[in-house]
């Protein structure tokens, strides 16, 4: 069973424009919450954390968790082609030993 | 930056065969991490160390060995291939915040099992 779930599958944005992933965790232990992103032929690389309710910006980047729904999301504004990439939420286990991960949301930002 | 190294790259071998992919991180993190990458699937962790000697199960890790020499360098063993281990593999280590740190990725190991 997938606990933690990811959505879109793809996204397809216009360069400029802004783009939203979503994330959901299916169990309450999980509340801690980092986005990776990964481009073609590479390993993830991490964007940002996110542990606390509400909004957390980083450059074009901002992350808002909902803990009451365990739900958390990405927005990108301003978005570049060199922002096509598959991204990754991943949720922090209770004991602090690993994380678990989506299955990814595949953006492409067209010129 | 935090440096993990993958070796091999690339990897073909038959259904039966003996496969050891290799993981090398220099930056003194405590926690080990072996992950197969599948569409569809995501990131599914196999197992996971957190410290020279020690070695947890991941949630796939039937088929899988895993053993962590040193501090640097954790080996994942594959003793009979099967083709539904084709996979990329991605190798990854993160600091005391284990689950809450930043997790740094190496540039992970293609294998094809035939």
């Known amino acids: 069973q997938q606990k933690v779930q990811q959505s879109p599958e793809s996204l397809s944005v216009p360069e ?12 309450r232990n999980f509340q801690y919450f980092w ?20 909004d957390k910006k980083e ?4 992350a808002h968790l909902n803990k009451a729904s365990l739900h958390v999301s990405l927005h990108i504004r301003d978005s570049q082609p060199s922002d ?3 991204y ?5 286990e209770p004991s602090g030993t690993y994380q678990r991960f989506g299955t990814g949301t595949k953006l492409q930002v067209v010129p | 930056e935090a440096a993990v190294t ?16 290799s993981c090398r991180q220099t930056n003194s993190h405590n926690y080990m991490y072996w992950y197969r990458q599948d569409t569809g699937h995501g990131l599914r962790l196999i197992h996971y160390s957190y410290g020279a000697g020690n070695l947890q199960i991941g949630d796939v890790p039937d088929g899988y060995k895993a053993t962590r020499t040193t501090q640097e360098d954790f080996f994942l063993l594959l003793e009979l291939a099967s083709p539904s ?29 035939l």
């Open chain 1, 16 to 27: 400029g424009g802004m783009a939203s992933l979503n994330c959901t965790s299916s169990d």
């Open chain 1, 35 to 54: 986005w990776y992103r990964q481009h073609s032929g590479e390993g993830p690389k991490a964007l940002m954390s996110i542990f606390s309710d509400g």
């Open chain 1, 59 to 62: 450059g074009r980047f901002t």
């Open chain 1, 84 to 86: 096509s990439a598959l």
């Open chain 1, 88 to 92: 990754f939420c991943a949720a922090s």
């Open chain 2, 6 to 21: 993958q070796s091999p790259r690339n990897k073909v071998t038959v259904t039966g065969g003996n496969v050891t992919l």
């Open chain 2, 85 to 113: 281990q084709t996979s990329l593999y991605f190798c990854a280590s993160s600091g005391t915040g284990g689950a809450y740190a930043e997790q740094f990725f190496g540039p992970g190991t293609r294998l094809t099992v």
